[in-house]
């Protein structure tokens, strides 16, 4: 039987009928079109799906949608919401050539954010764990490591103030 | 060397801000009224007759709007090598017979993805099992189980090359060593799964979003599959998550999205789980290399014969390339006087091999490079000198093959020795750490024209307008490596423009020009950026014309289009506006708009590239001796690709090509049994991840390849050739351990340890 | 992919879980994070159609720490909670280094602890350090609760003490005594982010010179993390001298019961418990002196 809950995403009530077996991933991309969230492999183990709950990074492929009711999610479509400015994350992961196929880049962009969030000025070896859940097949994750450093100074030199 | 604008800058990537806020459309994202959920039924048995199948159950199931299997389908066979019709060896639905566990068996469009899949779990098949062989060895026996009917032997390919006096000079060689060399399949792991939409039109024509490197392929083929005409099928490739070579093929599920939005008018489509991917994807060619090399005494090689039976899988796929290229590439590097290859293509019971980044080459190499580091060992040379005593120079030949025009590999092999400080670190590492060399040659596109197009290899449409913008059509696929950004890279040099000038439509086989073979080998920054240059320069010289004309200029002087201007050279007083420049062209011309297409097709150039990349490698390894885990600490490249156009996105590729060798090296292999692979999910197929990535330093080595876009050639592929012989190396300089089995385990440097 | 269908309920007391379990029958799963029950669905290897989940529960939660009472972790704390915790890092560190060595970030940061105990892989993460640290699982049911000791609560590959109606609501680890040191290590063959293929955990408590406790406890070697008693037996009373140590690691790997599967071979495994018994005896044995 399908429920009715109220997702909250990027700061938007969302009312949806899902079914109790239908995952966040299913919910924000086939009912909410919010495609710049990926699937990689359903199983937790790409990272491509990250979002945030209540500001933590979770695989939203493993994450049931009828357990996000009253909790705050944040997907990549949420990182620059007026859409014109972007976040220091996303500017550095252009500049940077963090990307390339870009299948893996919002996750990474979202699990970068957590980092940021708590630890501005992360060391290469936090950065590394932070992503350690992100596969990426293109960039060897080298450009995708300095981006996260160079958004962190940005950030930081902003008082961590974005958009 | 040349000055250039935009052309050796680290542009950033044209769609990097779509794809940095998702708002990017890969396949799986492209959604249309009424659409249908595909979902694919596939053999359990890795080989067995198809004696019946029954779909009326799953045809009766609410909501299931189609069910097809081969006997549906006009039974066309397929296969990229259309030169050869005999090695076109694949139904989209199997017909009578299941080669591989994963073959395609049945397919099912529902109205919703649950639905097909219960759809898929009625229908009914009997098989008859049959043997199935699943190693070189067994499948090429007297008596084994015969895979395809047409050929009895398994062997689907053999290639030979053979020149020089082999045997007199073997026989003349002060020293002679056979090695035999094992090398495993790995999988191409891109995070975007295989996914197609396909939506019939009024008028019966068909136009197929899906996730390829090879728009122009897909729209033949699926033409043929279908019995339709070319013109008839659109093929648009939306943003691509990956290919590495795992794209490059007609599929079933592209062919059944076309077939059932036919069959029901409705818009139907697939997208692959990763276990399917894992379990029935394509994959590089496992090989066993027999290599036979002579040298004198001082280490100048005299001969080589490389004997490589590759495993192929269930069909050719892209098999007879991987073939042909693994012994051109056993010819490269080195000067060998004297060459024989005998290449054989062998059919097994698994999921086809096919193309993958470096295509032959990084088995091939593989066996060459541990070899050149064993000889010089027994020779007492160190393995740099080996290499450059016998390293292939710029205008070298390879009879039949091809001339090298360009080639840096000897200022590569100085270099690198030199940021890894290699003579010092080689005498004095510790026990436990150990330093290595690998060392590769690449292509930058294939001459060679197996799918038989009667188009151009490439092709570009440049249109100019008077507001001081161009837009480049063109049908090159990108599918991550940047070839977009580089084109219009390309053309804003040609052009004197901006990037912000530049508009850009590709791979959409209805809006760009025919044709351009698609995104492998390495071949688009040179073939497509030759045909850009061409289009650009046929603007030119209107271009020039109208401004001659409009300052009266002497037809002696040289024009030139540079910040964003047009005006004979030294003279910049006397300019227009490249779009000025563009008006007065279409004046002349009574208000014809001002567009040109180019094209670039290889001639001349041999039988496999217009031109190689080379380079070299150095790992740097810790092996812990008592679990015989390897760390590698670092690795130092340098490389030749001619003039880089965009050096961060060759970095880009180089770094990935690092992570891919590295897992070659040391962490990926599929764990299979019986034809089945087990390991179906990244936590047990183990691809580095950022954790595994070790510090690496890079330098580009200046060349000016004569035959590229501004002195361009290949970037994309030939990096991920190195790593795993210099890890080998580096690992063998370590622990003594000599691996000629990939991969490298902690299991078998234990193993070499013990048995010490 | 989809999940097959389940209704889903989220009780905010106990008492509704085992109402629910009772009135919904062998059909029930609980879950806690679900990141080991959502892929055994999405495999097919399990079709729950009730799934009940704990994380409303108020108080399963907690993680609490007394310098002498000692360590407890409720049964939703999350692994990336644990791997944090500041009491757990500084007076549990082997405890936190487990849970932060446990899988992915995002997992871990949906993931539990006890949910890696309860899916009872012997490839457990967190099973060899709670196991050597003589931590005991506490289970309600019903009639009311019971504490049963963790190493008790292993019964083969997916299956615990378990009875139907139970679940576990927290874990509990003693204060360990003084001058006691703890290890773990695990080998795997893509570095950190990977299953492990063989991991050994052990708590060394010291008098003076001599080794006066140990428990050595190896895991993924057999159906269930295993513990190595003839090994602690050579340890206790003794001077850990390399000799003994050497020896001990040897005797380890005759205790193990391996199997060969696609992430290792058994005598590979057989031999790393060796290996890896050494280094963790070495390195608790360092850390108890320095207590």
Known sequence: MKQVITLNVNGAPYAVAVYPSQTLNEVLREELNLTGVKLGCGSGDCGACTVLVDGLAVSSCLSLAVDMEGKAITTVEGLAPSGEVLHPIQESFIEKGAIQCGFCTAGMEMSAFHLLKYNPSPTEAEIKEAISGNLCRCTGYVKIIEAIADAGHKMANTGGETS | ????????????????????????????????????????????????????????????????????????????????????????????????????????????????????????????????????????????????????????????????????????????????????????????????????????DLDGRITLWTSTQVPY??????????????????????????????????????????????????????????????????????????????????????????????????????????????????????????????????????????????????????????????????????????????????????????TISSCGFIEALNKVAEMSDWREKRKTLPKGRGIGIGCYSFISGGVFNWFNTQYPFSAAEVRAFDDGTAHLLTMAADIGQGCDTVLKQILAEAFGLTMEDIRITSA??????????????????????NAVLDAANKIKAQLFGAVSARFNLNVIHEIECKDGKVYPKGRPDRSLSFGEAVAMAQKINRGEPLVARGYYTPRNKGLVTPSFSFGAQVAEVEVDQATGVVQVQKFWTAHDCGTAINPMAVEGQLEGSIQMGLGYALSEQFVMEGGKTLNTNFLDYKMPSSMDVPPSEVVHIETYEPEGPMGAKEAGEGLAIPTAPAIADAVCHATGYRCKDLPITPEKILRAKRDR | MSLSHFDHYAPATLEEVFSLLQSKGPGARVMAGGTDLLLKIRHGALKPKYIIGLKNIRGLKTISFDASAGLTIGATALLAEVARHPDIVKHYPTIAQAARGTANPQIRNMGTVIGNLCNASPAADNAPTLLAMDAQIRIRGPEGERVLPLDQFFKGPGVTALVPLEIVTAVHVPAPPPNTGTAYLSLSARGKMDCTAVGVATMVTMTGKTCAGVRLFVGACGPVPLRAPKAEDILRGQELTEEVVEKAGTQASAESRPISDMRASGDYRTEMVAVLTRRVLREAHHRALAC
């Open chain 2, 508 to 529: 959409d086989t209805a809006i760009t020009p025919q044709a351009d073979l698609g995104a492998w080998g390495s071949r688009l920054t040179l073939m497509n950026g």
């Open chain 2, 1 to 200: 060397m040349n000055q250039f604008s935009i052309v050796g800058k680290d542009v950033p990537r044209n769609d990097a801000r779509a794809k940095a806020t998702g708002s990017a459309i890969y396949t799986d994202d492209v959604k249309l009224p009424g659409m249908l959920y595909g979902q694919i039924l596939r053999s359990p048995f890795p080989h067995a007759r198809i004696l019946h199948i029954d779909t009326s159950q799953a045809a009766s199931l609410p909501g299931v709007r189609c069910v097809m299997t081969g006997e549906d389908t006009p039974k066309v066979k397929y296969g990229n090598w259309r030169l050869f019709p005999e090695t076109q060896d694949e139904y989209p639905l199997a017909i009578d017979k299941v080669r591989f566990i994963g073959d395609e068996v049945a397919a099912v469009a529902a109205v919703d993805p649950d639905i097909a899949q219960e759809a898929l779990s009625l229908i009914k098949v009997e098989y008859e099992e049959l043997p199935g062989v699943f190693d070189v060895d067994a499948a090429i026996k007297e008596g084994a189980p015969i895979i395809h009917d047409y050929c009895p032997s398994n062997i689907s390919v053999n290639r030979k090359i053979k020149y020089g006096d082999i045997d007199k000079a073997f026989a003349e060689s002060d020293y002679v060593r056979e090695d035999t060399f094992h090398v495993h399949a790995v999988s191409h792991a891109y995070l975007e799964p295989c996914a197609a939409v396909a939506q019939c």
């Open chain 2, 217 to 402: 392929i897909i729209q033949c083929l699926l033409a043929s599959t279908l019995q339709m005409r070319e013109n008839d099928i659109r093929i648009i490739k939306p943003f691509v998550g990956g290919g590495f070579g795992g794209k490059m093929e007609l599929r079933t599920w592209e062919f059944c999205a076309a077939f059932m939005a036919k069959k029901t008018g409705r818009p139907v489509k697939f997208t692959l789980t990763r276990e399917e991917e894992f379990l029935t994807g394509r994959r590089r060619h496992p090989m066993t290399i027999h290599s036979k090399v002579g040298f004198k005494k001082d280490g100048t090689l005299t001969a080589k014969d490389l004997k490589i039976y590759l495993d192929g899988g269930a069909y050719n796929a892209m098999g007879p390339t991987a073939t042909f290229l693994c012994g051109n590439f056993g010819a490269m590097l080195y000067r060998y006087p004297s060459y024989r290859f005998h290449g054989q293509h062998v059919y097994t019971n698994k999921p086809p091999a096919s193309a993958m980044r470096g295509f032959g080459a990084p088995q091939s190499i593989f066996a060459t490079e541990t070899q050149m580091s064993l000889a010089a060992e027994e020779l007492g040379l160190d393995p740099l000198d080996i290499r450059l005593k016998n390293a292939q120079v710029s205008g070298d030949t390879i009879p039949d093959v091809a």
